[in-house]
Every structure is written in structure tokens, then in C-alpha cells.
């Protein structure tokens, strides 16, 4: 959906290293979540956001943090990287006024950590 | 706790046969229940949900999905696969209280074979 992107969309790093991946999104939505994608264990998410001023850890946060800075921004730092964090990792956004609440997701980053 | 199924990796069917893929959850009260595909390098798109009502639910690409609340099933089909169905499928759920959260299954390939 390319009202929600995704920079950078494809990341090598090293062990130890700070990264931080960012996501953007258009549709004016309140809520924003990061999850990310392993082969066999479908989408866990790592934090979501509820607004602004609202930031709550999800199913796997340790060694990641995250960072609201406007509505419509939402970056994942990974403090210190290990390999086990390499990922496929997506941003979503959903709008709290429907009761459903369908997510849209961004295009991903792939993230390698060597 | 709150879990989604998909209890088949992947699942191969021939152009032109009807496709089921299957799903099955465990969340208390009636949940809402989607489907994503996720294309090759590309992201989750949104293909349908249940709401409520009616049990068969109609989405996009010519997709249907059937929800069963005594087998807490929502299994998505298709009466005619095209090759061009070939991706990975999720199923997802959330609770009606206002969680936002959602609880993905772990994937199916499909895989449509000329």
C-alpha cells in the first residue's frame, strides 16, 4: 500500500550496530504497529502505538525500541543488533474509528545482521 | 491464549480447480477475523474480513472466505485458481474489544500450477 513506506527497504548491518527503520504513512491513521516476519512464524509484533503520546511493548520487544515522533512516523531502533534479528520486518497502520480496524501494511524492509 | 492456525504449509492446486486454504482460531468472544497475501518482495495486502452477519464473506481478486463459529474456522477460497494466486497467505484475528492487536497464523503457500 504505498500510502504506508518504508526506508530503508533492504539494510545489511553488523552485530552490535544501531539501526533504526522508519515508517511513514498518509492515511491519517492513529494507530501504528511494527511487526516483524520470520519463515513458519507468520507476523509477531514488536510495538504499537496508539497515538502520540501512547507506546506499548507487544508480543517480542526486547533488544528493540520505538520512537512516535508525529502522527504519522513510527521508527524501530535496534539498540544493539544481533543475528537473530535478521528479518523481514513491516509497519501497519489502522484507524481506530472503524470498529474492525483493518490494518495496512507497508512494503517491508528485509534486514540482515552478519 | 489466543492462537491462529494454519495447519498447512502449503498447498498446491491446478489452474482452474477450486482452492481452499485453512484456518482455524482459539479467542475468546467473537473475534474479527481477515485474510492477507503477501506477493513475492512485496508487502501484506488486505484481501477480506468478517465483521458479521452473513457467513461467506466476498473480497478482493475474486476471493471468498467462509466462517464456521462451532469449528471457530475461517477458511479463505476460490472456485477457479489462476496461476497468478501463487503467494503467501495469513490468516488474522482480533478481539472486539478494542485491542487493535492482531494474531496472525503462520502462513500458506499456494501454489497454483498450470
Known amino acids: 500500500d504505498a500510502d504506508v513506506t518504508q526506508t530503508p527497504r533492504n539494510r545489511i548491518t553488523k552485530t552490535g550496530k544501531r539501526i533504526m527503520l522508519e515508517c511513514s504513512q498518509t492515511k491519517g491513521h492513529d494507530r501504528m504497529y511494527w511487526y516483524r516476519q520470520d519463515p513458519g512464524l507468520g507476523l509477531r509484533l514488536i510495538y504499537y502505538?496508539?497515538?502520540?503520546?501512547?507506546?506499548n511493548k507487544g508480543e517480542i520487544s526486547d533488544g528493540y525500541s520505538v520512537s512516535r515522533q508525529a502522527q504519522a512516523k513510527f521508527s524501530l531502533s535496534l539498540e544493539s543488533a544481533i543475528p537473530n534479528q535478521t528479518a523481514l520486518y513491516f509497519c501497519a497502520t489502522s484507524d481506530n474509528r472503524q470498529p474492525q480496524e483493518t490494518q495496512y501494511f507497508g512494503p517491508g524492509t528485509r534486514l540482515l545482521v552478519l | 491464549a489466543q492462537s491462529v492456525a494454519q495447519p498447512e504449509d502449503q498447498v498446491n492446486v491446478a489452474e482452474g480447480n477450486p482452492l481452499t486454504v485453512k484456518c482455524t482460531y482459539s479467542?475468546?468472544?467473537?473475534?474479527?477475523l481477515f485474510w492477507y497475501v503477501q506477493y513475492p518482495n512485496r508487502g501484506l495486502q488486505f484481501l477480506l474480513k468478517y465483521i458479521t452477519g452473513d457467513n461467506l464473506v466476498k473480497g478482493s481478486y475474486g476471493f471468498e472466505a467462509e466462517f464456521n463459529k462451532s469449528q471457530t474456522s475461517f477458511h479463505l477460497k476460490k472456485p477457479s485458481a489462476l496461476v497468478s494466486d501463487s503467494a503467501l497467505y495469513f490468516c488474522?484475528?482480533?478481539?472486539?474489544?478494542?485491542?487493535?492487536?492482531?494474531?496472525f497464523g503462520q502462513g500458506t503457500t499456494l501454489q497454483v500450477k498450470p
Open positions: 488474522a484475528v482480533r478481539e472486539r474489544r478494542n485491542t487493535g492487536k492482531l494474531i
Open positions: 479467542v475468546s468472544g467473537n473475534p474479527y
Open positions: 502505538s496508539f497515538d502520540v503520546k501512547d507506546i
